[in-house]
């Protein structure tokens, strides 16, 4: 195999710590010179040279440190309180372990033996994983302290050491996660630790957590480690494991990495040793986060009809996925001859199997592919662009017009409007030329058609592409184009045209003004004239991304909240949207995407003024209220925002991710549309987010408004809830109606709603109707986004 | 009446549309000369000479207004897409109201008789009324923005005239209340409606909505306005309002203000025309909200036996409370008779009575109360002292030992502890004498007692104090007391001591770092001697108040998320505990009020040097993890803080709510602690909150960090969710025990979690235990507060 081009998926072997016992100890009496490789400096060499891996993943300590500090910490544990103070004299403490212990934690360090590696130089292609069984989330106070103290002991060696990613160990305890968290994050923000090493933090793939021992005080041997599946036959779930539900270890991953406030150094090591759960949309969630490593032992393979070891579909389909973010894949056990045939060699080349068929990754490398295309923008947020503000230079053109879908459907649209008008002639009106692509293509399906004579003009703001426009009529079109320069809302034609042209379309349609635009242009449109396109609408769906959170957030300087406050373009790809199709729990949910709004050309209601402009822009205003089925928990970053637009007859533009496919495959010109937000937002599973977006006008600027809040089903059923309240008007006071014994129906409420009502006073108590339905109560929002037009659209 | 003080009720009289209408019209043909009052100017200056009113509130239009408005923005509505345009020419619209209608949203403004006010000086005294028929949460957008374009026409006239407060239509669709807030956020935000005009949002006070008609397109004539108790015998819940549960009226404030970014321009008016409810805590939360004006219509007033207008007793007691915020009190229909006595003046007299009732605004006037101590300090925030790290100045010395309670408790403890040690000598050290208030104390108690010989030392750190000490000791002590100056951590003292007496304790207990000083100077503390005080404890509670907010965000213009990094003092005034009694609705919450940590003096187990001193400070680390029982809806803001202290035999100290008045009734010395939130927290009814909180230290410093997530009860039941997983084991790889048949214990699920299992693969289904039991879900979390100790307590 030749050296791995730099595409190519990083491969580590995964050394336990019972293979580095079995290694003569650094400090063994056997002679050696100081310059002579240590023996794991040997194995590590061995291993590299084998040019299947790139890096080796070690355990950063040996099991003598785990003896010193279980016999401090354990025997010794910090009291928190007096109580414990108490027992610790009821039981005869060991007052020299206690002073050992007080030492340590005064001065923690190691000692020569209690440490895999010693020399600089074997760092070099080294991940160091911490010890895994520090309990930071242990339930007892004083051994999350003395873990917390170890953890940071470790990380100042490994810092020391200038090793690049250190392997924490997995969170175990839901309930205690938070001091998990807040004890990395501490980590994270100390800069005695250097501004470089990654914190990646083992997450186990399957919510079912495996337990072989290791209790708090027992401290079993680490098996979570060495890969449980092995060693334990019986999955056993913890209480913890049990009350954090389903979806206990995403949901652990996301208390941790919402407290370390999304730090750009933490990430995952998915870990791929429990069994892979296979529920539709399991997956789905991880794709947002970072996951920089998979921890992939020789336990997860199965043996095909040969032997070699493989892994199974789902396995298969996700690892493919996943490799578009060229993560390091851990291997584990590889020496243990699980399987007949492959060898210690068989588990890297099925990865580098995997690699080959991976279809994200392949089309990454394939010349001309959207993929290859948008490689370098994945994930980065952009500006959306503002041509009627701004004039486009010349390579911006440029880069558009090499769209190979967009202007094809173009032409085919004029070819099927010129069709459509048999034999009568035509005038044909391109609005916003730019560098002339669309008169080009027009020209072009004029010339399928055959007909009877066409008239076109094209109308361009931009005074230096109309050089361009001036030099291709005289070398391309044999000057049939008038050309007329200005803006298309002020400037006057000859005569009224039947089919007006333009591309004037954003990433979420109407974003780049196409709507005021074409209502000053539809003025020289003839009265059965036709626009392309003759209809557009914008829709969005719920989305989560870490990587664009982090994005949105990190790319100024300047005040990270503002960033939030105005919408991007990006190319998304460790993205999920969060919604599921319609209907949701209680029903009445729209659908995964759904549209915000449309926009139609002409519109022949508008109220025009004498020269046949619009009055007002009010009636570009717009609003949408929308309520999505969110089926998995996750966290909102913000919206991804699509258009699709109706050019003429059969033929459409799109990017919406359900119809592109369909309407304009392959098609570059637009990257979607993201609306940020500023905080993110929890959803529980089933949750329903409503989600309010305004387009908003004024006579200077056009710009949009978000908002949502969540909410969640609950059942309105038993304990009946009832509620009563003061009707003084039943007490007799002069000229008030009676209504007190007047039977009132009151809101439908639920039983996660306020109930023990009040039985005195002037009160009416009702019983519930409903029960047994679903009601909805509300759990949360965000603020709204861009008010005023912080961000806006410039240029009316 | 005299002119009512500073501190008295204001009053306004609502003076309706109807009686107004009753009024020769600005614009009659009666002569009148330009300087002549206006009949409004004439109704405003009779009422204020009543010497009852101090406000008059009108409505700011005419049913001229409305006349147009419904008939340009009813029959020609904004169209919202081609769809309405299409409906439009269908349906033969009329051409001239259309334009008028687009003329008028091009250029909005009034004619004379369209508005109750055309001069400046009736301004004076008045709180205007936006016309109450506008629709800003109509379901139709169309009438949203003519409603929004309509209300800016109206505050731009009050803005002109100069009006003060504006009150706005109530919002009246949970579903749309969002589009509401967003047309008010862009209010508050344009320059242009100036910098000072209060927007009041009418809120009515009870869940229960009231509909007259009133329909978006039907317009009905305002009746919420007109006091709808009194026209509508029937309550009439709309869909929406069943929607909203019972919370909607207080969830649409809260979606409004969270919208507005709590802009301290929006306040309430509390609308007590509908019923009261007597749901208990129903009206809690109301305490946290910035409640600047009470509607209160004579149709809220029963007769008494006399006949004369009074209030129930639920209303009198919220009306009692809420008074000590000083809220405008809007009296409505005073003139029409409703009662057989007190006539028109009846109304504001009671209310004076209930001024002169109330138990909160008369201990507020009421020299020596802590409410009058406290009152210039209600809601303002403030650091905490650091009297380790600075030395205080004489004045703040003076007003703690203006504390009338907490020195006569220290005596006593004195007291008893002297008596308790019998015939004994004793030797008394006094650490941290600040100018002597413990000495002084300790000295009166050794008289009271007397008995056999007792030494007094005194330490002090603070030299200027110390200047104090040495007088005193002169003039009132006899030089009795030998003086020390330093640091209890360092100072030699000639002998061992049997008391130690400090008063180190900040409003969270060990705040100001009394655990760390007292665990220095316990050293020269005798092995059977006592410490006043023994023991102490740190309690939190959720809390809720818009007014805390709003001051930690905008107490600096530095930056405002920085503020919420550190706690602060405060003496709560407009707040509200979320949490109720223990159990919750799952069993297991915590109590209302919750204790974090205890510390215990002097401290028996630990580990020392030679010198006597702690090892390290690792043992003062404290963390805690409470579950809280949120039983109605509410924003959480920040966690309020306490301590109780034990000093000796039955004396204690207490700031907490449910035992400071038994241990230390009218004690000034502490207001409580406040943990701040940088985002607010939405908790639904019955949610349970996990408070994190830890107590840190590291050898510089101690500090605090905190955190929450938000939990909501789900039962655990049908349809049962399943799921099935990979076991790649049971495929038959060699070495592995089979475990494919084993059944499998999942998480306890529910079903709000995931459902939809899948059925292929190697997958184990495993039914479900737990049925009919609740689980909980996530619903949200804070951010980390304070990591790292960015504020932090320092001088160890």
Request: hydrophobic letters at 35%.
């Amino acid at each position: 195999m030749s050296y791995p081009d730099l595409l190519s998926i990083p491969i580590a072997l995964h050394i336990p710590a019972s293979e580095l016992t079995a290694l003569p100890p650094a400090s063994s009496s056997e002679p050696r010179e100081p310059d002579d490789p240590t023996p794991i400096q040997e194995l590590v060499s061995a291993t590299l040279a084998s040019r299947l891996y790139t890096y080796v993943c070690l355990p950063l300590t040996t099991p003598k440190w785990k003896d010193r500090w279980s016999r401090m910490c354990l025997q010794s544990p910090l009291g928190a309180g007096p109580s414990s103070g108490e027992d610790g004299q009821a039981l005869g403490r060991d007052e020299q372990v206690e002073k050992e212990a007080e030492e340590w934690r005064l001065h923690p360090k190691f000692e020569r033996e209690e440490v895999t590696v010693t020399r600089l130089e074997e760092t070099y292609s080294l991940i160091g994983m911490v010890s895994a069984w520090l309990e930071l989330d242990s339930p007892e106070s004083g051994i999350r302290y003395d873990s917390e103290l170890a953890l940071r002991q470790e990380l100042a060696y490994a810092t020391y050491l200038d090793v690049r990613t250190v392997v924490l160990p997995p969170p175990r305890n839901r309930a205690n996660v938070a001091d998990y968290a807040r004890a990395i994050n501490a980590i994270l923000n100390d800069s005695s630790f250097g501004s470089y090493m990654q914190l990646a933090v083992r997450i186990p793939v399957s919510e079912v957590e495996h337990r072989t021992g290791g209790s708090p005080s027992g401290l079993g041997p680490g098996k979570m480690l060495e890969s449980p599946g092995m060693k334990s036959p019986q999955i056993v779930l913890s209480p913890e494991a049990e009350e954090g539900g389903l979806d206990s270890a995403w949901e652990m991953w996301d208390v941790i990495r919402t407290v370390c406030g999304y730090n750009s150094r933490l990430s995952i090591v998915l870990d791929l040793s429990p069994p892979f759960p296979l529920r539709p949309g399991a997956m789905d969630r991880w794709s947002a986060e970072p996951i920089r490593h998979i921890f992939l032992p020789a336990t997860s393979f199965i043996p095909n009809a040969k032997g070699y070891p493989v892994l199974a579909k789902a396995n298969q389909t996700f690892l493919k996925e996943v490799m578009q973010f060229l993560p390091i894949f851990i291997l584990s056990k590889t020496q243990a001859s699980l399987h007949n045939a492959g060898g210690s060699k068989g588990y890297a080349e099925y990865v580098r199997f995997l690699e080959k068929t991976s279809v994200p990754l392949q089309a990454m490398r394939t010349e001309g592919t959207l993929e290859s295309f948008a490689s370098t923008y994945m994930d980065r947020v952009q500006a959306p662009l503002q041509p009627l503000m701004d004039n486009l230079q010349s390579s911006t053109y440029a880069i558009f017009e090499r769209d190979p879908v967009k202007y094809e459907r173009y032409e085919e649209a004029v070819y099927q409007a010129l069709l459509a008008r048999g034999e009568q002639e035509t005038v044909i009106c391109v609005a916003g030329a730019g560098r002339g692509p669309l008169i080009s293509r027009a020209y072009k399906a004029i010339q399928r058609v055959e007909g009877p004579k066409v008239t076109i003009y094209a109308i361009e703001k931009n005074p230096n592409a109309l050089v361009t426009l001036q030099e291709r009529n005289a070398l391309e079109w044999g000057n049939a184009v008038t050309l007329f320069f200005g803006d298309m809302r002020s400037v006057e034609l000859p005569e009224k045209v039947d089919i007006l042209i333009s591309e004037l379309l954003g990433s979420f349609g109407d974003n780049e003004l196409s709507p005021e635009c074409l209502d000053g242009a539809q003025r020289f449109l003839k009265d059965d004239g036709i626009s392309i396109p003759s209809f557009y609408t914008a829709h969005v769906a719920p989305l989560s991304s870490s990587k664009l959170y982090n994005e949105v957030l990190h790319q100024t300087i300047g005040d990270e909240k503002k960033n939030a406050e105005t919408p991007y373009v990006v190319m998304f790809q460790a993205t999920n949207v969060l919604s599921g199709e319609g209907g949701g729990v209680r029903g009445g949910c729209g659908t995964k995407v759904q549209e915000c709004w449309s926009f139609e050309h002409p519109r022949r209601d508008l109220f025009v003024d004498a020269r046949g402009l619009p009055f007002s822009n009010t009636h570009n205003t717009r609003s949408a209220h929308l309520t999505f089925h969110v089926p998995h928990s996750g966290v909102l970053h913000g919206l991804a925002g699509y258009f699709e637009a109706h050019l003429y007859g059969d033929v459409s533009l799109s990017i919406h991710p359900e119809t592109k496919a369909q309407k304009s495959n392959n098609m570059l010109s637009w990257f979607p549309f993201y609306f940020p937000l500023k905080d993110p937002l929890y959803l529980p599973a089933n949750a329903e987010l409503d989600v309010h977006l305004w387009r908003m006008t004024s006579r200077q600027k056009v710009w949009y408004e978000w908002y949502a809040e969540s909410f969640l089903p609950v059942p309105a059923q038993s304990p009946p809830p009832t509620f009563g309240f003061i009707t003084p008007q039943s007490t007799g006071a002069p000229n008030t109606p009676r209504q007190g014994s007047t039977p009132v129906r009151p809101p439908r409420p639920s039983p996660m709603l306020d109930a023990s009502p009040s039985a005195e006073g002037h009160a009416a108590f009702v019983d519930v109707l409903g029960r047994g339905e679903l009601s909805r109560v509300k759990i949360g929002q965000t603020s709204l986004h861009n008010p005023g037009g912080r961000s806006s659209w410039i240029g009316l």
